[in-house]
């Protein structure tokens, strides 16, 4: 009898965390003024990002670059080219020394073992993987789609605490019969409904700022060209065009520093790299649009969550942040996978903001445990692993 309660209570624990809400950016994401700081603070100290692109991924981070003059350094961050290196915020390239670059084509895995070999490392301290494609939806196939869906699902089962995040294929002038739309459309279909994380590139290079008209309907490519009169022929780019109707806009100016685009415009670079910050903000408890709301005038968020320790997996110590919506009583507990409490490493009414706390597994032998937080009427419960 103990043994069945024991795997229900493992059951319970795992559907509290696996089963989750989809978190989508697409092009309604792409305001850099709109993410609170607090929670680019939030970012820059909880996520170590592995990323694996060819020259069309490097959107995203050319667009970082151009960020990097945003008055105040909101987004400044640190980064490192090709491989592992520790305590970088960003590792761009990060899967070179295994043979990875992007996502391939019809099927290809080399990107999933690369992961594989770089998160084994000893010394591997990512928490969050994103690979980008080149080309490759373009002449995909369901079965090609689906062999990539499943080993994404495949290495977030075996890698729990590393954030994964999905991506859809860059435009290609085929329009929205084409089988990159359809092949996109599985990939957002997946994504919605199994609760992941998705970077939709094709959807923010679809839609000029504040525009409600997808250009991938008229043919658009990567390079922002669109037919605008449905004769067949692309005559008009929309990147450039918006550029020079707002030259005195905080986009345009960011487009401007922004040296260089590959394939596309610095524009599409700027909204692609603006996203990229908006899904991190997100992935760290901001509710993103009217997020306003959310936030003190002093700038702590108010959203009360039991953020994913760090790092993880972890031998012997470990970080755990958490953040107070309003002056309560919190307490923050360690179980092992018994339901057993292992330690107590918070009790007490505390005023709003973000607080870390120090665990040690000081004489716990290997294996996963579960942190749980009780906050007025919020309880939330995440796993680690101890590894000796």
Known sequence: MRSVSVLCLLALVSVSLFAQTAIVVDHHCTNPDSIPPAYLDSVRARFRIGYGHTSHGSQLITGW?????????????????????????????WPSPAGGADLGA????????????????ANNDRNVVIWSWCGGVSSNTNAGIDAYLTAMDSLEMQYPGVRFI???????????????????????????????????????????????????????????DYDSDGNGSRDKNWAATWVAANPT??????ASACGSCAHSQQLNCVLKGT????????MAGWPGTGAATAVAPSGVPLTTMLHQNYPNPFNPATKISLTIGERQLATV??????????????????????????????????????????????????ATMLVR
């Open 249 to 254: 806009t905080r986009l345009a100016s960011l």
């Open 65 to 93: 670059e151009a960020l990097r003059v945003f008055p105040g350094g909101k987004f400044t961050f640190t980064s490192t080219s090709s491989g592992l290196h520790q305590g970088v915020f960003l590792n761009d390239y």
């Open 333 to 382: 507990s360690i179980f092992d996978a018994l339901g057993r409490e292992v330690a107590i490493l918070m009790n007490a009414v505390k005023d709003p903001g973000t607080y870390t706390l120090d665990f040690t597994a000081a004489g716990l032998a290997s294996g996963v445990y579960y942190c749980r937080m009780r906050a007025g009427g919020t309880t939330q419960t995440r």
């Open 106 to 121: 019809t099927g290809d895995l080399t990107w999933r073992n690369a992961t594989r070999t770089m998160l084994n490392l």
């Open 166 to 224: 999905y991506m859809t294929g860059h435009l290609d002038g085929s329009g929205s019969t084409g089988t990159l739309t359809q092949m996109n459309n599985r990939i957002r279909q997946y994504c919605s409904s199994h609760g992941k994380l998705l970077f939709d590139f094709a959807d923010i290079e679809s839609y000029a700022p504040g525009s409600s008209q997808s250009v991938m309907t008229l043919m658009a490519n990567d390079n922002c």
């Open 275 to 282: 996203a990229f910050w908006w899904l991190l903000a997100r």
